[in-house]
């Protein structure tokens, strides 16, 4: 959020409280299990001190807490600390052990007091490589030698694959949002129909590896998240068929780190460590 006009128009989407939801509708189920699974493949097992920055109203954090690791949720966005609050306080077991408000690029954290930092979002809304950097070098600064990031990155393509989904193209502003992402990431909204998203910098897969390689990461790989599968056609029904949404995770493990398909995943994740 490097100008204060673009912060204004990311945060003021936000407050809309689609946030809190969203994992719920549309393919975004796959995204969250897609998600949990690479987080689960490696991440070291609990106890361990989890930062999940960005972390919205606590999707991956509580999931986290439940698990046994003490989780630290940060997010920009003061409706998603309040929702994340809440929920906590509410809750028995699995509480977060602290949530406030912060941004990515100064982590209120010490240095080396981490074992993993989620960063599922920072990265969509600093759309000048310099932040994007910076936000990758605290995680870095906060890392024990040997920690993990995962940084997910919206993909550079996923504005057209979404509109080839369905009938978005027949709005000539949605085509020319379209047209800008595939010049050069820099997603822009400015019809006010938050169906079209938020300022945003979306990533070429090469430039994700390429952006955590620089900030001092050694990479694990970039992986797809949904994959072709976002584009399944009768998707709720399919998902919620044990069988039918197993044999789809087995196939979309099979291409994870395809390079032809990574790009057209709507999300990407980096997974990467702090050199020892």
Do not use: C
Not at 137 to 143: D, G, I, Q, T
Not at 201 to 223: M, Q
Not at 237 to 251: K, N
């Amino acid at each position: 959020m490097s100008a204060p006009r673009a912060r204004d128009e990311i945060l003021g989407y936000y407050a809309l409280g689609l946030e809190q939801g969203r994992l719920d509708e549309d393919y975004f189920p796959l995204e969250r299990a897609r998600t949990q699974e690479l987080v689960l493949r490696h991440l070291a097992p609990p106890p361990g001190v989890v930062l999940d920055v960005g972390g919205g109203a606590g999707a991956y954090a509580f999931w986290l807490a439940e698990a046994g690791y003490e989780v630290h949720l940060l997010d920009p966005v003061p409706l998603h600390v309040e929702q994340a609050e809440a929920a906590s306080r509410t809750r028995a077991a699995g509480r977060l052990a602290s949530a406030r408000s912060g941004d990515a690029r100064a982590l209120p954290f010490a240095d080396k007091g981490a074992d993993a930092v989620l960063m599922l979002g920072p990265l969509y809304h600093l759309t000048a490589l310099e932040d994007r950097l910076q936000a990758l070098r605290e995680a870095l600064r906060v890392l024990r030698p040997g920690g993990l990031v995962l940084a997910a990155a919206i993909s550079r393509f996923a504005s057209l694959v979404d509109g080839l989904r369905g009938a978005l193209f027949d709005d000539a502003a949605f085509a020319a949002i379209t047209e800008r992402d595939l010049a050069d990431g820099q997603h822009r909204n400015d019809t006010g129909n938050p169906r079209y998203f938020t300022t945003s910098f979306f990533h070429h897969p090469v430039e994700l590896a390429e952006e955590v390689a620089g900030a001092g990461f050694a990479l694990v790989d970039v992986f797809a998240l949904e994959g072709p599968g976002a584009y399944l056609v009768d998707f709720a029904r399919r998902f919620a068929d044990p069988a039918s949404r197993e044999r789809l995770l087995a196939f979309l493990r099979k291409v994870e780190t395809e390079p032809a398909l990574i790009g057209v995943s709507p999300h990407i994740l980096a997974v990467a460590r702090k050199p020892r």
